[in-house]
C-alpha cells in the first residue's frame, strides 16, 4: 500500500463547478500537509500548505484535513478553465523538507 | 526574481550512454532538491542537499546516478549508464524555509 493514495481521474467538470479533489494517507506521522498544481510540461507549484487539521482557506480555494480519517481534500470554487491542470497533495512528516507526493488527479474545466 | 533553471528542456538518448542535468536554484536557496517524475505519477525524491551536503540521498540509486553540488549552488545530476527505465522528468527544486519551488524539468528519453 502506497503511503498517499490519490484517484487519477480524470476528472471534467464544466466551468463555474465545485470541484472536490481528494488523498488518504497512511502514515499518522504526517503532519504537512500541500497541494501542488502543475499545468503541462510546467513544474510543480504550491497551491496550499497546512500543518493541522480543519480548513484553511485562499480565495477559491479550500484545503481540508482530517487527522482522524487520514483524509484531505482540496475545494475549488467557481471553477475556471484556466485551472486545468494535475493537482498533486503531498505530504510530510517532521518538517516540510522531505514530502511524498501522491500520484496527482488530472482536472479539466470545460468552457 | 528567476525561478529555478534547469537545462537541456528535453533530452533523448540510446541506452548505455551518459546523460547530465543541471540546475540553478533561486538565489539564496540553500536547500536544493532532485526528484524524478514518472509518467501519470508524482515526483519521488532522489536528494536533498543542505547547501554542498547531501543530507538525503537514501533514494538515489548509486550504481549508476551521482550529484554533485559545487559551492553550494548549482547542481548537476548525472546518470552513466541510462537504461531504459529510467525515462522520466527529472525536477530541480530549491528551498529557504518550507515551501519548495520547482524548475520545469528535463525530460529524459532513452532509447
Known amino acids: 500500500q502506497k503511503e498517499v493514495e490519490q484517484d487519477p481521474g480524470p476528472l471534467s467538470v464544466p466551468e463555474g463547478a465545485i470541484v472536490s479533489l481528494n488523498c488518504t494517507y497512511s502514515?499518522?506521522?504526517?503532519?504537512?500537509f500541500m497541494w501542488y498544481r502543475q499545468y503541462s510540461r510546467k513544474g510543480p507549484e504550491l497551491l496550499m500548505y497546512t500543518y493541522s487539521s480543519g480548513n484553511k482557506e485562499d480565495g477559491r480555494f479550500t484545503a481540508q484535513v482530517d487527522k482522524s480519517s487520514k483524509y484531505i481534500s482540496l475545494f475549488i470554487r467557481d471553477s475556471q478553465p484556466s485551472d486545468s491542470a494535475t493537482y498533486l497533495c503531498?505530504?510530510?512528516?517532521?518538517?516540510?523538507?522531505?514530502?511524498?507526493f501522491g500520484s496527482g488527479t488530472r482536472l479539466s474545466i470545460r468552457p | 526574481e528567476a525561478g529555478v533553471v534547469q537545462s537541456p528542456r528535453y533530452k533523448i538518448i540510446e541506452k548505455k550512454q551518459p546523460v547530465a542535468f543541471w540546475c540553478n536554484p533561486i538565489?539564496?536557496?540553500?536547500?536544493l532538491y532532485w526528484y524524478r517524475q514518472n509518467l501519470g505519477q508524482g515526483p519521488e525524491l532522489l536528494i536533498r542537499?543542505?547547501?554542498?551536503?547531501?543530507?538525503?540521498d537514501s533514494q538515489l540509486p548509486k550504481d549508476r546516478f551521482s550529484a554533485e553540488r559545487l559551492k553550494g549552488v548549482d547542481s548537476t545530476l548525472k546518470i552513466q549508464p541510462a537504461e531504459l527505465g529510467d525515462s522520466a522528468v527529472y525536477l530541480c527544486?530549491?528551498?529557504?524555509?518550507?515551501?519548495?519551488?520547482f524548475g520545469p524539468g528535463t525530460r529524459l528519453t532513452v532509447l
Open positions: 527544486a530549491s528551498s529557504l524555509r518550507d515551501e519548495q519551488f
Open positions: 538565489s539564496g536557496h540553500n536547500t
Open positions: 542537499y543542505e547547501n554542498e551536503e547531501a543530507v538525503d
Open positions: 502514515n499518522s506521522a504526517f503532519q504537512y
Open positions: 503531498a505530504m510530510g512528516n517532521s518538517s516540510a523538507s522531505k514530502i511524498i
